[in-house]
Nanobody, 130 residues
Framework: QGQLVESGGDLVQSGGSLRLSCAAS????????MGWFRQAPGKEREGIAC?????????VYADSVKGRFNISRDRAGNAVNLQMDSVVPEDTGVYYC??????????????????????WGQGTQVSVSA
């Protein structure tokens, strides 16, 4: 059984930066699309940034974070990071790492925007103060 563990959540001021990391273990993660989701208070969980497998790490972003957030995979493909810049209070929420259901076939776009997740991490809290 695979496992995803997020880290890096914190309290940050508006306009600041934060870097989240997700370590994958227990499966050959470099063949899977991976991504980040967030759940703001009182709202549903949404995909914000996903990246294809390590063989072709093309990213996709939600409009709300495009130009401010950057997703990347490490060279081995078993970790995915989210660099968050110019954060705003609306970025507050619990951030979850997810891995795609099917290796290579579930794309980053499907993972993020079409219920393509097969496993989740436990989440890490990000709070942005005004």
């Amino acid at each position: 059984q695979g496992q995803l563990v997020e880290s890096g959540g914190d309290l940050v001021q508006s306009g600041g930066s934060l870097r989240l990391s997700c370590a994958a273990s227990g499966f050959t993660s470099d063949y899977y699309a991976m991504g980040w989701f967030r759940q703001a208070p009182g709202k549903e969980r949404e995909g914000i940034a996903c990246v294809n497998s390590a063989q072709d790490p093309v990213p996709v972003y939600a409009d709300s974070v495009k130009g401010r957030f950057n997703i990347s995979r490490d060279r081995a493909g078993n970790a995915v990071n989210l660099q968050m810049d110019s954060v705003v209070p609306e970025d507050t929420g619990v951030y979850y790492c997810a891995v795609a259901q099917i290796p290579l076939l579930t794309t980053a776009e499907k993972l993020c925007f079409a219920d393509g997740a097969g496993a989740w991490g436990q989440g890490t809290q990000v709070s942005v103060s005004a």
